[in-house]
């Protein structure tokens, strides 16, 4: 199975710009991006990194990195084509920052034409492609979309029902997740800037230097 991990080297988690600045953001990314190869590389796969320009890290990644500055969309595609039921294409998202062995290996061993680990608010974490005409269309609801075009080809569509593999980190309340159930990097990345976990009555939330930042 080849294992393909987009990556917005430029301006990476955009959403998060309430609480952290450009460089803290670009720094956490990475850190997300070194925990989830290590999850893959844990299960016995060499991920690559689909990134949109080269990076440049004062520590290297081992993992090879093949540069494509198109949208997320037809830089997948692109890699599809060549890809068959014996030679699947996995694509594992950059952020899922909670991402364990255990999760990855049970997403592809689910079998299906496609098997999908759906994100909170209908997003597509992570995939596993099998079938020769299936085709991604990400971002608006984008397991919806996929769910579409599975039934469009014929093909069988197999959930992957992860709490883990659906915790995307994109808006600032899922740092909350990341400092709770993160592994390795990126929690510490957060904990480095400050952040530790505020609990109240509700909800835990975050709170950084003092101040409370979501909850
Ligand atoms: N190669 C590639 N990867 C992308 C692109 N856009 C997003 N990604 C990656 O795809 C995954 C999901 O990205 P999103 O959460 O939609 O976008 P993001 O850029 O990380 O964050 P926002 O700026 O907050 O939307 C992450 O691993 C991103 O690094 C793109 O245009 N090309
Ligand atoms: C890549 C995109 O991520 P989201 O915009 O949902 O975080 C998607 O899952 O389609």
Known sequence: MRVLVPFAADAPKTRLEPVLSADERA????AMLRDVL????????????????PLELEEPISAPVVVDD??????????????????PVAVV?????????????????????V???????????ALVVRHPEFRVDYHGGSFLDHREITAEI???????????LSTDIDEPADLV??????????????????????????????????NATSS
């Open 27 to 30: 720094a956490f990314a990475r």
């Open 38 to 53: 290590a999850a893959i590389d844990a299960v016995g796969y060499e991920p690559t990194v689909l990134s949109t320009a």
């Open 70 to 87: 198109r949208p997320l969309t037809p830089a997948v595609d692109a890699r599809l084509p060549e890809r068959s039921e014996d030679d």
């Open 93 to 113: 998202m950059a952020d899922l920052a909670l991402a364990t062995p255990d999760a990855l290996e049970r997403l592809f061993a689910a079998g299906g034409d």
């Open 115 to 125: 098997a999908i680990a759906p994100g909170r608010g209908a997003g597509t974490n």
């Open 154 to 164: 014929g093909a069988d569509l197999a959930v992957v029902d992860s709490f883990r």
């Open 177 to 210: 997740e990341v400092l709770v159930h993160g592994t390795d990097r990126a929690p510490a990345s957060l904990r480095e800037r400050g952040f530790e976990l505020e609990a109240d009555d509700g909800r835990v939330g975050i709170a950084r230097a003092g």
